[in-house]
């Protein structure tokens, strides 16, 4: 079992406790008996039909939405895709009611009964489901037992129509709730709670954390590390991300983790640099903190250290050696120029471009083979370049970390090859790692062009891969295209 599945068999069993209590003390107090838990659509319709219409007041209301909360907390995984299909199907809007909504605005005869009538238009189309999952918000934890539920909605809903109307509820909600305007910035340090520090350690997603030396390291005088934090969820990150002050932008990750590197002085750093910006909980899917989260650090450095004069980031590509996979052979034939063929055919034996740069990967060890390294290195930078501009089938850039950066307003700023040489740098990037940069007076302006017309806004470091193959090209190439799309 993993760090993280741990973690959340832990915060469970405190909400079955906590909520077990909840119902017991208030069935003591009011004489309400605990309903049947069978796990069957009748019984759990009877359970959610009570919550919304049972008798009693909030004491009783209390105590049955806390029964309902550890029934589901008790299921196994048929269980809960039981309870969430009969709270999708049976607890969505009222047909009847809509009609008769929609009736009435239509017939209404004055601008004051046309604002009456939208309004029971609106409240008529809204599902009890919601209501169910709102009278959760009062329960000790209800609010993190509404993201767990989305975590679980999530892995099953599919295209079923019903479990994803319930997901888009679920969505609406906890947007509301979790505006940024509700979220706590935290330094997090050594003197934090070791049970943060063990949350920290078990949902690091980008560069995992191997000993408590490493944790160590990462939360040294050179470094900082931020959490957002939620009233509601005060034991649980939301998000986090760890910044290394150095001198110049970093260019490896192995370098910047290194626990036996010197510890620098951040009097003399002039750059911050995010390496790691990870998102905790699954069932916030959608619900981006990212944005808020980057500009939150940049503003709290800028004031602790306004000699701090660059922010920039060392992230991975997480998606580009299976692009490369799948890319066409033609087009590795634009990217490689007519010496670094040559020098691959006698390599490899091979005279199409994809075959002998894959058979220079079969050795597990290329990376560290000083000659096959460099001989990689143009031509999977310049496809790197290309791969930026790859869209999915949604019209989005295709890599979701140059996503999410490109959409808060950074410049695609350095590609440092070899910049991750793990197991997992490699096997997802060919070990190329790049910068993203977060300039001040250019965040919107960059931001506003990406969310326009998906420009990607390049350092003259990136372009210059592609005037590497100048003269080269025919007009019709890949490569030629790209390098007009970019001088336009």
């Known amino acids: 079992m993993t760090n993280q599945n741990l973690e959340t068999v832990s915060t469970l069993s405190q909400l079955s406790g906590a909520w077990r209590e909840i119902a017991?003390?208030?069935?003591?107090?009011?004489?309400?008996?605990?309903?049947?838990?069978?796990v069957n659509t009748k019984n759990l319709k009877k359970m959610m039909d009570e919550c919304l219409n049972g008798p009693g007041g909030d004491v009783s209301a209390r105590m049955r939405t806390a029964d309902l909360g550890r029934t589901y907390l008790d299921l196994d995984t048929d269980g809960k895709h039981i309870f969430l299909k009969t709270l999708a199907e049976d607890f969505c809007a009222n047909d009847d009611l809509i009609k008769a909504s929609i009736d009435e605005y239509e017939t209404a005869k004055s601008e004051s009964e046309r604002i009456v009538a939208a309004y029971h238009l609106r409240q008529s189309s809204s599902p009890d489901r919601l209501k169910l999952l709102t009278q959760f918000n009062a329960l000790p934890n209800g609010v993190k037992f509404l993201v767990d539920i989305r975590d679980d909605l999530l892995k099953i809903k599919g295209k079923d129509p019903y479990l994803n109307a319930l997901d888009r509820d679920l969505q609406q909600l906890l947007n509301s709730w979790f505006d940024t305007g509700f979220l706590d910035l935290v330094?997090?340090?050594?003197n934090t709670s070791a049970a943060l520090l063990e949350k920290l350690i078990a949902y690091e997603a980008v560069h995992e954390i191997d000993s408590w030396d490493d944790l160590r390291n990462r939360l040294d005088s050179d470094r900082r590390c931020y959490a957002l934090f939620?009233?509601?969820?005060p034991d649980e990150p939301l998000a986090f991300v760890e910044v290394a002050l150095v001198k110049g932008v970093a260019k490896s990750v192995q370098a910047l983790l290194d626990?036996?590197?010197?510890?620098?002085?951040?009097?003399?750093?002039?750059t911050a640099i995010f390496y790691s910006i990870t998102n905790t909980q699954t069932g916030l899917r959608g619900i981006s903190f990212?944005?808020?989260?980057?500009?939150?650090?940049?503003?709290?450095?800028?004031?602790?250290?306004?000699?701090?004069?660059?922010?920039?980031?060392?992230?991975?590509?997480?998606?580009?050696?299976?692009?490369?996979?799948?890319?066409?052979a033609s087009f590795y034939e634009d990217a490689v120029t007519t010496d670094e063929m040559g020098r691959l055919k006698a390599k490899t034996g091979a005279d199409v471009a994809k075959t002998a740069i894959f058979l220079c990967f079969q050795d597990k060890d290329w990376f560290e083979n000083k000659e096959l390294s460099e001989l990689l290195r143009g031509p999977l930078s310049r496809l790197c370049v290309a791969?930026?501009?790859?869209?999915?089938h949604k019209g989005r850039a295709l890599d979701p970390v140059a996503r999410f950066h490109l959409k808060n307003g950074a410049q695609l700023n350095q590609?440092?090859?070899?910049?991750?040489?793990s197991e997992k740098g490699i096997s997802q990037a060919s070990g190329i790692m790049v910068n993203y940069r977060y300039d001040l007076a250019d965040i919107e302006k960059n931001h506003e062009r990406f969310m326009n017309d998906g420009s990607v806004v390049m350092s003259s470091q990136v372009r210059s891969y592609l005037k590497q193959l100048s003269g080269e090209l025919g007009e019709e190439s890949t490569f030629a295209k790209l390098k007009r799309t970019i001088a336009g």
Do not use: C
């Open 187 to 190: 330094e997090m340090t050594w």
């Open 290 to 328: 990212g944005e808020h989260l980057i500009k939150q650090v940049v503003h709290h450095l800028s004031h602790e250290m306004p000699w701090i004069k660059t922010y920039a980031t060392l992230s991975p590509v997480p998606g580009f050696r299976s692009w490369l996979a799948d890319l066409d």
């Open 387 to 392: 791969y930026f501009h790859e869209k999915d």
């Open 259 to 270: 626990v036996e590197a010197p510890l620098g002085n951040p009097r003399n750093a002039d």
């Open 415 to 421: 590609i440092n090859w070899l910049g991750d040489i």
């Open 230 to 233: 939620h009233p509601r969820m």
């Open 24 to 38: 017991q003390t208030a069935a003591r107090s009011v004489g309400l008996s605990r309903s049947d838990a069978s």
